[in-house]
């Protein structure tokens, strides 16, 4: 989606957009002038590298066409479990430590799979972006 802030406004590509409460919802994709392209985290070509509330769990959550998260590349060792928050962890150096990105649902554990994997609830739905905030550096 498009939002009314560009480059005169400090905007670049890459800064993250939250909501009130810290809720990461995405990152600017695209910059003009006046106004800006806005990737989800829901996109299927977003990528955020996210880590539990506890510490106890890494991984990247990607964007999926049902608007729900897939978090993957989660180590075998790592305790995951169901309601665990998820958090950005800043790894991917695209969007800082620490906003909140979405609850662990079902998890998968194949013997056979070298990562665990979940379905991730995000903390946003589209009727929520009526006001976002850009973090500009």
Do not use: C, H
Not at 1 to 22: Q, W
Not at 90 to 115: H, K
């Amino acid at each position: 989606f498009m939002i009314d802030k560009g480059f005169r406004d400090g905007v670049e590509i890459g800064n993250g957009i939250i909501l009130s409460g810290n809720v990461l919802v995405g990152k600017v994709k695209d910059v003009l002038e006046k106004e800006s392209r806005v990737m989800l985290i829901t996109s299927t070509q977003s990528r955020v590298t996210v880590a539990s509330e506890d510490g106890k769990a890494r991984g990247v959550v990607v964007g999926s066409a049902s608007g729900f998260l897939n978090l993957d590349l989660v180590l075998k060792d790592d305790e995951l479990i169901s309601g665990q928050i998820l958090l950005s962890s800043g790894l991917d150096g695209a969007v800082a430590r620490g906003f909140l990105v979405g609850e662990v649902g079902e998890i998968t554990n194949e013997d056979s799979a070298p990562f665990k994997k979940a379905a991730v609830r995000p903390f946003f739905s589209l009727r929520d972006l009526k006001q976002i905030f850009v973090l500009v550096k």
